[in-house]
Nanobody, 123 residues
Framework: QVQLVESGGDSVQPGGSLTLSCAFS????????IGWIRQAPGKEREAVSA????????YYADSAKGRFTISRDSAENMVYLQMMNLKPEDTGIYYC????????????????WGQGTQVTVSS
């Protein structure tokens, strides 16, 4: 049974920080990617960051570069997304997803999804 469980979402003011956590288990084939996908209100889902467990390759969307940091704890099957200098446009539901996408932006190629955690950035 594959499980991905996100936590850490909250309401913060602009300029604030949050760290999201994704606990995952049961992915049947090794060397997969874990991505953080954001669903902003009224917008399509987009991958904001992803990390490969095969080679450690990391992807950041342009909107995340310089502000977000993805990391993993292989021993604990955890992936984190540290978000700094948050902006109102970062508001949305953040999903953790796992799979073998040929490109981290191709959301249809993620096989497994968590339920999401809400991030709200507002003054």
């Amino acid at each position: 049974q594959v499980q991905l469980v996100e936590s850490g979402g909250d309401s913060v003011q602009p300029g604030g920080s949050l760290t999201l956590s994704c606990a995952f288990s049961g992915i049947p084939i090794p060397y997969y990617a874990i991505g953080w996908i954001r669903q902003a209100p009224g917008k399509e889902r987009e991958a904001v960051s992803a990390i490969s467990t095969a080679n450690g390759d990391i992807y950041y969307a342009d909107s995340a570069k310089g502000r977000f940091t993805i990391s993993r704890d292989s021993a604990e099957n955890m992936v984190y997304l540290q978000m700094m200098n948050l902006k109102p446009e970062d508001t949305g539901i953040y999903y953790c997803a796992g799979g073998w996408p040929s490109d981290p932006k191709l959301l249809d190629e993620y096989e497994y999804w968590g339920q999401g955690t809400q991030v709200t950035v507002s003054s």
